[in-house]
């Protein structure tokens, strides 16, 4: 962490650390692009990025590692881009491409908030989930 304070660019970054959930939706709110690019280790390649849904909510273009099961959610809703998340460059290029297209970067963001008001969100997750436990219990 301490390599990266010293670049000189990192004087464009504000670090907010752990924030509470009004914070973080008010941080969204102003926020272009939300960015999760997390190494491909299994407890992240194996499980949803929460981060991914809550832009999606925020109505703005994701930049996710490019992880199975993230890619799957990306290009079915098309929301936001892929990348590996250990190629600065990948990063770096992506970014660029939302702040340079901002009818597409603001079409992804609608797109994910649709998604999540018709598809992934609780009132609709409860259902699968219920009848999920029903044929666990059974048998």
């Given at each position: 962490h301490d390599e990266v304070r010293a670049l000189p660019s990192w004087e464009?970054?504000?670090e907010y650390g752990f924030v509470g959930?009004?914070?973080r939706n008010e941080l969204l709110a102003r926020s272009k692009i939300g960015l999760s690019t997390l190494m491909p280790i299994p407890n992240?390649?194996?499980?949803?990025?929460?981060k991914m849904f809550e832009y999606m909510a925020a109505g703005i273009p994701s930049i996710i590692s490019d992880f199975p099961m993230w890619r799957e959610i990306i290009e079915e809703t098309n929301c936001g881009i892929c990348v590996n998340p250990e190629d600065?460059?990948?990063i770096s290029k992506a970014i660029n491409y939302l702040l340079e297209n901002d009818d597409?970067?603001?079409?992804?963001?609608?797109?994910?908030?649709?998604?999540?008001?018709e598809k992934y969100n609780w009132a609709t997750q409860e259902k699968k989930l219920i009848h999920l436990y029903q044929q666990i219990l059974s048998k």
């Open positions: 464009k970054v504000t959930r009004e914070k992240y390649k194996l499980a949803y990025s929460v600065p460059k990948a597409i970067a603001k079409q992804m963001g609608e797109n994910g908030r649709r998604a999540v008001e």
